[in-house]
Each structure stands twice: as structure tokens, then as C-alpha cells.
């Protein structure tokens, strides 16, 4: 397992008394790094996934009594896909408000709950990390200089998802992102907003595509596409909320990470 960046600083973090929030794309290691965060707590950590349903029913008497019962002897609490539970922010407020020692770690996909409704309870709570997907200083432990530029041409091409630097064939490779993109691309934006076309928003990335780097025309994008720049204003806006792409400047500029 490659050791990354997030890491040693997460691993400090929880000694103080907050919530840390860890966002970032699908599939780019959040879960991996908190079952090795969760290793050197052993048993004064507790895992709560948000996607399971018994998650839900245990935090949903918002009560100091109920919540001191669950984390008793506790010093670490993780939650992991923490936007499915229905007023995360206010249950874990009052968790780090009334529970001393206490950090709590929650996670998710997508910046729609975690940094809007879960943000606006815990003002002032808060550290926030994103994750990238593998960056060149984290593979660098683990390979020289040259086997660096021979493995250049490759990642430029297919990007640096943890799991598509374990894959050795170029169609197994393809067939990963494929994937990637057909089951989580816009599963976040689907699920939190009304989309209309859904291909709409895969054209307009393979256009960003294009002029990775570069400034962009809303207006231009819009023409091509056929829709308003409005339109294209919102669907830019969604796609960065869940770390698909990323803004740069007054002027929008746009990276478009690889998929």
C-alpha cells in the first residue's frame, strides 16, 4: 500500500478535539487511508458507514445520553459515506461539543452535504482535507528516477487512480475507466440534483477534455453542446462539487482530472 501524503497530518489531527472532513473523487483511496488511520486507535475507534442502514438508527436519537452510550471509552469516531445520513451535521456537533476526548472523522464523494449542510453546523469544528488521486511525490517512495519517465507516457494517458497503477493491461486499464465513469461519474450529481441529459454532461467533458490547461468560453462550450450558458455554468459548477473538475482564476480554467 502506497503511503500517502494525507496521512501523517490526519494522524495528528485527531488529537485535537474536531471533526475532520475527507472529501474527494471516488475510488481515489478515502477508505483505505482510514482503515490505516483506525489501525493505531485498535479498539478506541469506532466505523460507522453511513451507507448501511443500522448507521442511521443508531444516530438518529440526537440525544448527549444516546451518543455518550455509543462512544463511551472511545477517542476516535469514523464515518464513512457520511452524506446519507439525514442531518449529519447537527448529530455530529453535538457529538463534539458534549464527548471530550473525542475527533471525529467523517468522509464522502461529493462536497454537496458534507461542506454545505454538514459545514454550516460545525463553523469553526472543522479541518478539511481533499484527496487526490495518487500524486507523483507519493509514487516517488516506491520507484527511481527512471522508472519514473518510463511510466510517464502511461499516466498522462490513464491518470492515477490507485487501483489503475496495479493494472498492467492497456484494455483491462480502459475497461476500468469505463467502468469508472459509467457507475460513478455522475452518480453524486444524479443523486442530488435534476439533470435532464445526462449525456450533455459527458459531451461537455470530453469538450473540457480537449483544452486541459486552458481557458475555456462558456459561451462557446454552450454553442457546441447546443444548451444555454447558464447551463453550462451550472453543470461546470456540479461537476467541481464532486471533484471531477477543477476552477482555476476569475476567468474559468479548467483541469479535468483523468478518467
Not at 95 to 110: A, C, N, Q, R, V
Not at 179 to 190: R, S
Request: glycine letters at 6%.
Amino acid at each position: 500500500m502506497l503511503n500517502r501524503a494525507l496521512f501523517n497530518k490526519m494522524l495528528s489531527d485527531c488529537s485535537r478535539q474536531k471533526v475532520s472532513l475527507l472529501v474527494g473523487a471516488r475510488r481515489v483511496g478515502k477508505t483505505e487511508l482510514l482503515l490505516k488511520i483506525k489501525e493505531h486507535f485498535s479498539t478506541d475507534c469506532i466505523w460507522l458507514n453511513g451507507e448501511d442502514e443500522d448507521t442511521e438508527l443508531i444516530l438518529k436519537e440526537r440525544t448527549v445520553a444516546n451518543y455518550t452510550r455509543l462512544l463511551m471509552g472511545k477517542k476516535l469516531l469514523i464515518i464513512d459515506e457520511a452524506q446519507y445520513i439525514p442531518d449529519i451535521g447537527r448529530k455530529v456537533k453535538l457529538m463534539i461539543d458534549e464527548i471530550k476526548p473525542l475527533h471525529i472523522i467523517i468522509t464522502g464523494s461529493s462536497s454537496f452535504d458534507l461542506q454545505q449542510t454538514a459545514g454550516e453546523p460545525l463553523v469553526g469544528r472543522t479541518l478539511t482535507n481533499i484527496m487526490y488521486p495518487v500524486a507523483q511525490m507519493e509514487l516517488a517512495a516506491t520507484e527511481n528516477t527512471l522508472q519514473t519517465k518510463q511510466n510517464l507516457a502511461d499516466r498522462l494517458i490513464f491518470g492515477s487512480y490507485p487501483e489503475i497503477l496495479s493494472i498492467s493491461s492497456i484494455m483491462e486499464k480502459q475497461q476500468y475507466l469505463k467502468e469508472l465513469v459509467n457507475t460513478y461519474l455522475l452518480k453524486d450529481i444524479l443523486a442530488f440534483e435534476d439533470i435532464r441529459n445526462p449525456q450533455k454532461m459527458k459531451d461537455l467533458l470530453m469538450l473540457l477534455a480537449l483544452q486541459v490547461g486552458k481557458e475555456v468560453s462558456l459561451e462557446e462550450l454552450g454553442r457546441n453542446l447546443g444548451i444555454s450558458k447558464n447551463t453550462v455554468e451550472r453543470y461546470l459548477d456540479l461537476l467541481s462539487k464532486v471533484f471531477v473538475i477543477y476552477k482555476r482564476g476569475a476567468i474559468v480554467k479548467t483541469f479535468v482530472r483523468k478518467l
